[in-house]
């Protein structure tokens, strides 16, 4: 053994200095001598780099030093599966990389998986990135590695273009005070689980930002619009959205426009959810004033470039205050803006017309956007229709509607339940 | 094991929607045949919508116009 080693740390050094030379000349050919190497080391010791052996460390530093090389010689040369294949070799058996090194290499394989095939980006590799990135985000949280903030972006990256949510939850819960502040933690954490679904979770991380803990800190803007934002949503939360829009607005007018008339149009949603559920006459009148208050100024603010959803909200809360004819308005420019795609612009423009009793206008837009609607948003427009029917004094194609909705629900929930048992198998 | 845990979600979310719809399309329905005057099929319709949501408003509304009507 020992023998087989010097002899293998004299052809090294005969190696050394070619391949010092060879740096400099073509790549591939310094890759193709730096194999050597690597296939001279490996073919002496195939289980790794043995730990106690004095006096060889030059030999296993410049061994070390080759191993790092080939894959960046790789690189360079633009030879996209031997870097792979040299990184992997590298990682697969124990050469004694002292811990930093090794994370350094871990870290440019994973980044290698994760963006260097464009031209086809196989599952697998994004799975093994996912992996190594999750290994390093461990270590670092021990201790073993220094933290590096990179390695969190990655990894978020990687997670959320395979939508793992809620396991990059996890991990953001797992860094250590101090990397984020509470703010950007929270922030952070609401993201995921709003987007894996979980608006009630993302919700309660955000109202924490309202407590008395954050009274002092700089308030975290995207934070608090994104309370607004998700608050919106659910009128069971429309109190707590006033509360976010409005702690935005006091930050004074140090911000941009744009923002500004976000803020206004999440308030104005918001007071317009919370007038719907008020149980007193005149709060609700109150609240009503105030939501097309905010509707209007989010439009003024933002009319150098006009935002659908504010035209589009604005219009539903004249509609339920009976403005019909600022209602129609804002549901026509509405719908030619969005160039006739949107079922819900369509059907808001249907409601509106039938306010207008214009009920044959409104139930031919209905039976036009039917054609290119999804399965769900049928359901709704055919009720709508048979409403309509019914109100036309046409009960007979009304029941037709509505048998035909009903139709339509007895097919849903056949497709559903056969749909189930395989997601059971893809989970 | 919480992958799982939010498909379901979204399954029960689903489902319920669907339930609403199919509540709403019998009442629906009731109100015809209650404009019709045939006070027999409404009150099958209002029955079936009964079944999938019994504490429901516009269910109750309705079953009581149709008495008050036909007495």
Redesign the interface.
């Known amino acids: 053994m020992n023998l087989n080693i010097t002899c293998v740390a004299l052809q090294i050094f005969a190696l050394e200095s070619t391949y010092i030379t060879l740096l400099s000349i073509v790549l591939p050919e310094a890759a193709e001598e730096c194999k050597i190497i690597l296939d001279v080391v490996e073919n002496a010791l195939p289980s790794g780099m043995p730990d106690g052996i004095s006096g060889f460390a030059k030999l296993q530093d410049i061994f070390q030093k080759a191993l790092e090389l080939l894959p960046l010689l790789w690189k360079k040369a633009g030879n996209h599966h031997e870097t792979i294949a040299s990184y992997r070799r590298a990682l697969s058996r124990p050469w004694n990389l002292d811990p930093q090194r090794l994370a350094v290499t871990q870290k440019s394989l994973a980044l290698v998986l994760l963006y260097g095939s464009v031209e086809a980006c196989p599952k697998d590799n994004i799975e093994e990135a996912i992996v190594l990135l999750m290994l390093l985000v461990k270590k670092m949280v021990v201790g073993d590695i220094q933290w590096d903030p990179e390695l969190m972006d990655h990894l978020t990256y990687a997670l959320s273009m395979t939508g793992q949510f809620e396991v990059l939850a996890n991990y953001l819960e797992q860094t250590l005070p101090g990397v984020y502040t509470r703010g950007e933690r929270w922030y952070l954490l609401s993201l995921c689980y709003s987007a894996a679904g979980i608006d009630k979770a993302a919700i309660n991380l955000l109202k924490m930002a309202l407590g008395p803990s954050e009274s002092r800190q700089i308030p975290h803007i995207p934070l608090l619009l994104f309370g607004a934002k998700l608050c919106s949503k659910d009128p069971k939360h429309s109190r707590d959205g006033i509360n976010f829009a409005h702690r935005l607005l006091d930050l004074g007018n140090s911000q941009s426009e744009h923002l500004l008339s976000q803020a206004h149009k999440f308030l104005g949603v918001c007071y317009g959810n919370a007038a719907r559920s008020s149980k007193l006459d005149s709060e609700r009148v109150f609240l009503q004033k105030k939501s097309l208050f905010s509707l209007n100024e989010a439009a003024k603010r933002g009319k150098a470039d006009p935002e659908l959803d504010v035209i589009f909200n604005l219009s539903v809360e004249n509609a339920v205050q009976r403005n019909v004819q600022a209602a129609l308005d804002g549901a026509v420019e509405y719908s030619s803006m969005v160039g006739g795609v949107s079922t819900k612009g369509w059907k808001h423009l249907a409601i509106v017309l039938s306010a207008e009793k214009r009920l044959k206008d409104a139930e031919s837009i209905l039976d036009f956007t039917m054609e290119e609607a999804g399965d769900i948003e049928k359901i709704e427009l055919l009720r709508l229709k048979a409403v309509l029917q019914m109100a036309q004094e046409q009960p007979k194609k009304a029941m037709k509607t509505c048998s035909s909705l009903l139709g339509l629900i007895r097919a849903q929930e056949k497709s559903e339940q056969s749909e189930v048992p395989s997601l059971d198998v893809t989970i | 094991m919480?992958?799982?845990y939010?498909?379901n979600?979204?399954?029960l979310c689903?489902?319920s929607?669907?339930q609403k719809?199919?509540t709403?399309?019998?009442q629906?329905?009731a109100?015809?045949?209650g404009?019709?005057g045939s006070w027999s099929d409404a009150e099958t319709c209002l029955e079936k919508a009964r079944s999938m949501c019994y504490y429901s408003p516009r269910g109750w509304n309705e079953t009581g116009m149709e008495k008050r009507l036909q007495s």
């Open positions: 919480k992958e799982t939010s498909v979600n979204l399954i689903f489902q929607l669907l719809f199919e709403e399309a019998w629906d329905l109100s015809v045949y404009k019709l």
